[in-house]
């Protein structure tokens, strides 16, 4: 009797310091999360979402076109729990200024893994405000790196920032398609946002109606008719002439080896204008 009466309480206390540790677990992941999210907006992203590998397993990955070949967070990050996407609010043109080693002649040119020094404004703004993020959670432990090797888009759509526009761009319903998007992959489980599902476009098609080469249909583009493409690819010559004449006369070039990558589709979009 008595030993089945310490046993019983034996099992009691197992069981309740479980809850306390499991309660504390949750406690720690709500606090890192909302710590997270508070460094992300103080450092000026307009948006944070966050998501899981699980979560992501069906996007499309593999090549788009012969630009890059977006990878699982596994195949990034084999430890990854959590995937943070961070949106930053480009306001102004300048942030798609783009400057190219004056050896870049164009994604098929050029091997993946070939090192060729080149910054996307944009990104490099991006990469320095989300470092604090991967600072903190390495300073905790855990493995965190920046990315942008995943369906970035379609990631940050099931991370809640917004929907993916008939100009195929992310687009939030405060700022629009003017945006960067930064990814981070970390091993320590966080809260989840949840999945964006409006479509913020309904009928309209602003952006279509404004893209000067016609590469937009809903939805889908025409990767060799984007002035934005183009502008990338120097040398290719599958570019169509009518493009390369319009890229001439629209794309800004401050120097032979910049440019402002066109972004007339999102300046057209009337979200989050102000």
């Known amino acids: ?18 809850i306390v540790l499991a309660v504390a677990k949750k406690l720690t992941t709500k606090n890192l999360t909302q710590e997270i999210k508070e460094i992300a907006l103080r450092k000026g992203f307009k948006a944070i979402g966050i998501t899981t590998p ?14 890059t070949e977006l990878k699982r967070p596994e195949e990034v990050l084999p430890q990854v729990k959590s995937v943070i996407i961070l949106a930053l609010h480009a306001w102004d043109r300048a942030f798609f200024l783009q400057i190219a080693s004056p050896e870049w002649k164009g994604y098929s040119f ?23 993020i991967v600072t ?15 369906p970035m888009k379609t990631a940050a759509v099931k991370a809640g920032l917004g929907c993916q526009g008939k100009c195929t761009l992310l687009v939030n319903s405060e700022i629009g398609p003017r945006l960067s998007l ?38 889908q583009i025409e990767i060799n008719r984007c ?5 990338e690819n120097p040398a290719l010559t599958s570019i169509p002439e009518d493009v390369r004449t319009i890229e001439e006369k629209i794309v800004v070039r401050p120097t032979s080896n910049s440019c402002v990558e066109c972004s007339i589709c999102m300046q057209a979009c009337p979200i989050g204008q102000t």
């Not at 009797?1 to 479980?18: E, V």
Request: with cysteine.
């Open 1 to 18: 009797m008595l030993f089945s009466f310490a046993f019983l309480r034996f099992k009691t206390l197992n069981i309740t310091h479980k």
């Open 54 to 67: 699980k979560i992501l397993r069906d996007l499309p990955y593999g090549w788009v076109a012969d630009v």
């Open 110 to 132: 050029h091997k993946q893994d070939e090192e060729i020094e080149g910054y996307y404004i944009s990104y490099e703004i991006s990469k320095n405000k989300a470092w604090p």
């Open 136 to 150: 903190l959670l390495r300073e905790k432990g855990y493995r965190a790196i920046l990315t942008t090797a995943i």
């Open 182 to 219: 930064m990814g981070i992959l970390t091993s320590v489980e966080l809260e989840t946002s949840e999945p964006y599902t409006k479509d913020l476009c309904y009928d309209c098609e602003i952006c279509i109606k404004a893209c000067p080469t016609k590469a937009l249909t809903p939805y």
């Open 227 to 231: 002035l934005a493409y183009a502008s």
